[in-house]
């Protein structure tokens, strides 16, 4: 299957920060991409999605100013979580896929740590 | 409004066992759904899915059936192993059929 690759993996940032998530697909184009917060025991929850030279949509709830997404090529979006606090501590993962009807592959997701 | 759910929580099985894990959907108009396994510290991994024309759909050792009377789906895996130990979660198109939306996921456990 199609390899979508995230990074970092693990990040710990002091609270105030932003950091930035890459997710990339390695052997195809992705048109649309997605991101999803998993809080531990949790399910995966939609923050946005994402299509290439567009602005990102947000679910509802998501602030679209503190969670930045870019999707500027076909292999590349990036989250950027912006002054992130404590309870910004979550696993994040993308999701990518080539049109809107195809299967969906999912990063290896980024545990990140605010303290 | 969007909401898919599973009905148990975990499952706990012993090796060899066949394993049931079941999902209810509540949106008729989904048309795709697709069954991930997660790993501790992992991201989603695809199982198998299924279209809303289809009832039923075998894969290498896993079976999903979909029940579009009442909106339930299930994963049959047979001969289950210790590696399936994992979360399983379904999945579902939203409503706009653009993005994925999870259940809360089972925790399958296999014991030797």
């Known amino acids: 299957g199609a390899v979508v690759s995230q990074h970092p993996s693990r990040v710990i940032c002091k609270s105030g920060t932003s950091v930035k998530i890459e997710c990339r697909s390695l052997?195809?184009?992705?048109?649309?991409m997605f991101w999803y917060r998993q809080f531990p025991k949790q399910s995966l929850m939609l923050m946005a999605t994402?299509?290439?030279?567009?602005?990102?949509?947000?679910e509802q709830g998501v602030e679209k100013d503190k969670f930045l997404i870019n999707h500027a090529s076909l292999t590349l979006s990036t989250l950027t979580v912006t002054s992130a606090h404590p309870e910004d501590s979550s696993f994040y993962i993308c999701?990518?896929?080539?049109?809107?009807?195809?299967?969906?592959?999912f990063g290896q997701g980024t545990r990140l740590t605010v303290v | 409004g969007e909401n898919v759910g599973l009905h148990l929580p975990t499952l706990s099985v012993q090796e060899g066992d066949n394993s049931i894990i079941n999902c209810a959907y509540s949106n008729s108009a989904s048309d795709y759904f697709i069954w991930y396994k997660q790993e501790s510290g992992k991201g989603p991994q695809f199982i198998i899915d299924?279209?809303?024309?289809?009832d039923k759909r075998q894969g290498q050792r896993v079976t999903v059936l979909l029940n579009k009377t009442v909106k339930h789906l299930s994963l049959q895996i047979a001969a289950t192993q210790p590696g399936d130990s994992a979360v399983y979660f379904c999945a579902e198109n939203n409503q706009a059929g653009t993005a994925l939306i999870f259940g809360k996921g089972t925790t399958l456990s296999v014991s030797s």
């Open positions: 999701s990518a896929k080539t049109d809107l009807s195809g299967q969906a592959f």
């Open positions: 994402s299509n290439e030279g567009s602005k990102a949509t947000y």
């Open positions: 052997d195809f184009q992705a048109t649309t």
């Open positions: 299924i279209r809303s024309n289809m």
